[in-house]
């Protein structure tokens, strides 16, 4: 079919404001903690609350997709993550944080169903993984983005004077004292209520999914998961998901507890690191994609990401903040790519195939949760040892994948 270009660009602002959404508990968590007074575990329940809702919705949701088509679920989910941001803005506890994540996890759950498999049909399936990596380095961008807002947000509304503007006076009038970091919910308020015009008042072009693209019944859900493949690539999402919201919770709070560096500055800091670095590798990915076989590619990358994970665990504070932001560099390619052979180690139902490994997003609630057990069990960074189990499950993909399509390299052409 003909390539729908307009479709990719908007795929790809879904995927910006999506990681601007998700990605700012990190640098938010030790404001939380010290809020709230709560232990790691209690705040692991927040990263929980959001990527439950993936476990849950993912394929309820691709099944609305199939029946309402994108549109529809595309404004439910923004309609959704509106009220979650709105809520927790206005009442900020820990029970309402509980409540407004999961609302908001149930909307971003919705669009990565609609969204991926239309960017495998408007793209073009052999530019898959060249526009899955694309759409990572957007989402890279965004998360490298959001905590830095959060800290030049702290920092004008800590410092709020009468000569301030009226928009960060007002703003000031609307948090409780102490509690600037909930200023970031009401710019999510904002951000989704632009969604959601942007959304209703485009015209978006119809793209006919193939057969084998199509959400399917449960009936044939049941039959995928039958499949030994489709467990293996659930469990790699799964594995992926962990180890990228393990670590970036994480970051912060680690340098907190063992370094001392101020989690508002330094830590807010490390994290938009972490995630830009993810952007630039994004970036080399694609290079390397026209260049070489993508498993090649995961076996590398995962193999310098548990190095860096060692250096950033053992080493100096200097050590620990550069350590992290190259971790973020060597996952940008991870998602893109075991998405990409999952799916195309299929030869149907891709649609379904699609929301289950999307439901394997709930690996961001539980490894994030294990870690924080760990943690108050042991120490933080005895519980951050967990990510060499999912980090090492995703190297192994590396070498038992056999996809029926692989990526199209220049060689290829």
Known sequence: MKRNYYLVILIFLIFFVCSFLTNILGPIIPDIINSFQLSLTLTALLPFSFFIAYGLMSIPSGMLVERFHEKP?????????????????????????????????????????????????????????????????????????SPMV????????????????????????????DMEWVSMYW????????????????????????PEERIGIWKTHRELFRKRIVLLYFLGIFCYVGSEQGISNWISKFLLDFHGLDPQSIGAR????????????????LLL?????????LIAFCSLAMLSLVFALSGSAR????????????????????????????????????????????????????????????NLKIGLLFLFLTLGYIFSIGFWAKPLITNKTINKS
């Open 319 to 378: 050590v620990a903040v550069y350590a992290f932001p190259m971790m973020g560099f060597f996952y940008s390619v991870l998602w893109s790519v075991i998405f990409s052979l999952a799916l195309n180690s299929l030869e149907q139902h891709h649609g379904s195939f699609s929301g289950i490994l999307c439901t394997a997003i709930i690996g961001g609630a539980v490894v994030p949760l294990i870690i924080g057990w760990i943690g108050d069990l042991l």
């Open 73 to 145: 679920v595309m404004l439910i989910a923004f309609v959704l993550a509106f009220c979650g941001s709105l809520s927790f803005a206005l009442y900020p506890d820990y029970s309402m944080a509980l409540v407004s994540l999961f609302l908001i996890g149930t909307g971003m759950a919705m669009l990565q169903v609609a969204i991926n498999p239309l960017l495998r049909t408007a793209g073009g399936e052999e530019n898959f993984a060249f526009n899955s990596v694309l759409a990572q380095l957007v989402f890279g961008s965004a998360s490298f983005l």
């Open 270 to 285: 490390t994290v938009g690191y972490f995630w830009g670095a993810m952007t630039v590798g994004c970036l080399l990915g």
């Open 289 to 297: 994609l026209k260049l070489f076989d993508s498993r090649k590619i």
């Open 150 to 177: 959060y800290t030049g947000m702290v920092q004008q509304l800590k410092n709020v004077t009468a000569e301030s503007s009226s928009l960060m006076t007002g703003l000031a009038k609307l948090i409780p004292p």
């Open 187 to 210: 710019i999510f308020t904002l951000v989704t209520v632009l969604m959601l015009l942007v959304i209703g008042l485009s015209r978006l072009p119809r793209v006919e999914i193939p």
